[in-house]
């Protein structure tokens, strides 16, 4: 039984920081890409970052790049992102995603991903 749990959302002032944290349960941690997605109200759900213990690959999207660190602890099965200089456009809810690596993705899209967490809300007011 894989379980993701997110946390560490929550209200923030433009400018301001956040770390979220995802513990993931129920699988062989280093053998998962590990993603973060976020999903605004009426919008489709996007990629945020990732990163991939086997091949060394760090992605981040073009919108949070520069402001965003992700990073994972293979020995406490939790992948975290570091969000630091947060815009009001980077109101969303925040999801984790865990994929089995098979080096045959790219780990950009949704479908990609076969387990998903419980999304944790960050507001960032103006």
């Known amino acids: 039984d894989v379980q993701l749990q997110a946390s560490g959302g929550g209200l923030v002032q433009t400018g301001g920081s956040l770390r979220l944290s995802c513990l993931a349960s129920g699988l062989n941690f280093g053998d998962y890409v590990m993603g973060w997605f976020r999903q605004a109200p009426g919008n489709k759900r996007v990629i945020v970052s990732h990163i991939n213990s086997h091949d060394g690959d760090i992605h981040y999207a073009d919108s949070v790049k520069g402001r965003f660190t992700i990073s994972r602890d293979n020995t406490k099965n939790t992948v975290y992102l570091q969000m630091n200089s947060l815009k009001p456009e980077d109101t969303a809810v925040y999801y984790c995603?865990?994929?089995?690596?098979?080096?045959?993705?790219?780990?950009?899209?949704?479908?990609?991903?076969?387990?998903w967490g419980q999304g944790t809300q960050v507001t960032v007011s103006s």
């Open positions: 995603a865990a994929s089995y690596w098979s080096g045959s993705y790219w780990y950009i899209e949704t479908y990609e991903y076969e387990h």
